[in-house]
């Protein structure tokens, strides 16, 4: 059987992403601002040696599940496959999980800057309030398959 690549708008490949973005964008560049006029407030203290090797470790950990995510949705999305498997079968989201909850907060913390916690906070409250419609597409184009997916994925709050 000889499988047909959908053709399908960008926006189906980037979800809620540009949303997500829109409303980030505001808080990265106030915190942006904030944080090299007072970089005093935002200082971590150094950080302390505890707290980089913490932050190397789970910022290799956000990398990789965000470079895994982006590797399966460029691969199968276009395909119209739903994707159960990998940092998938963990987060439903772990493409905005990663970057929110792993990369950001702890490259922060490696820059001497809260401001990783703060713009992490910011997309993961955006991805909160934009993933039940992403979940509805989803719904609807997989039906019982993603309602499946729903129920098993290890982390589901996330």
């Known amino acids: 059987m000889v499988r047909k690549q959908l053709e399908m708008p960008l926006k189906r490949l980037v979800g809620s992403g540009d949303k997500i973005g829109l409303v980030t964008l505001p808080v990265l560049v106030v915190g942006v601002v ?3 006029a007072f970089p005093a407030a935002f200082a971590v203290g150094g950080p302390p040696p505890d707290l980089r090797v913490l932050s190397l470790v789970v910022l290799a950990c956000g990398v ?3 470079l895994w995510s982006v590797v399966l949705i460029l691969r199968y999305v276009p395909w119209g496959d739903l994707i159960t498997w990998g940092p998938f079968a963990v987060v439903r989201h772990p493409l905005y999980t990663s970057v ?3 990369v950001l907060p702890w490259l922060g913390f490696l820059l001497d800057t809260w401001l990783g916690v703060v713009v992490g906070a910011a997309i993961y409250a955006a991805v909160r309030a934009f993933a039940p419609a992403e979940e509805a597409a989803l719904h609807r184009a997989h039906g019982a398959r993603w309602e499946h997916y729903r129920d098993a994925v290890l982390l589901p709050w996330l």
């Open 34 to 36: 904030l944080n090299l």
């Open 64 to 66: 990789v599940g965000w």
């Open 100 to 102: 929110a909850l792993l």
